[in-house]
């Protein structure tokens, strides 16, 4: 095994937009009359747009048209992306900037992995829009996380096999998404917790270690994880 390249999911990994993504869908939802709360929103991390609102209507009260669906999920992201129009670079942890800047420096090519469709504008409000190497996201897939395809097309983008790339997830779908793709997961936030995950990690510096250890350590479980840390 010899790291070559870093896959990044974005949303509670680069930066954090959860907390949008739940009122965004609190807002619909409450104008629809659908009971939604934190818990079915836990739900909904990692996979699409279409498929959260599929599982949030399962509280619905009647059954909804294709272009009501569409409406739906339109006033969504309307909503979503008047919260997100309000980040900046801010919205990045220094240990994060640091440790991505480290990376590049050592010579890792760099790629975001997300579901979302909105990563671009994400990555151009919180000043990162040139940073990675290349981005795989929402709009360019057709099947979403535990689907590898994601991850698959960001390893393409970076000419590199699939082996060769870490993938930083903090939802169990996309730890699965990974593994699914012979990627080596690293869970990191609420994916931490994952047994799933290759490497559970609690600092985003941890990346490095893991980057600079696999060559040598191979594919450790967590719990050995501290041996390299």
Known sequence: MNIRGIIFDLDGVICSTDEYHYLAWKQMADE????????????????????????????ARREYTDEEKDSMMERKNSCYREFLSGMN?????????????????????????????????ILERIGLSDFFDDVSDGTIIAR??????????AAGMLHLRNEDCL?????????????AGGFVSVGIGSAASCDRASYRVEHFADILNIAENCADAGTKSAETLSALL
């Open 32 to 59: 629809e009359g659908i009971d939604f709360d934190r818990k079915v929103n836990e739900r909904l991390r990692g996979v699409s747009r279409a498929e959260s609102l599929e599982i949030i209507l399962e509280r």
């Open 144 to 153: 979403s996380k535990p689907d590898p395809e994601v991850f698959i097309k």
């Open 89 to 121: 670079p801010d919205d990045v942890s220094r240990e994060v900037r640091e440790t991505l800047e480290e990376l590049r420096r050592k010579g890792y090519r760099l790629a975001i992995g997300s579901s979302s469709r909105n990563t671009v504008y």
């Open 167 to 179: 993938v930083i997830e903090d939802a169990p779908a996309g730890i699965d998404a990974a593994n």
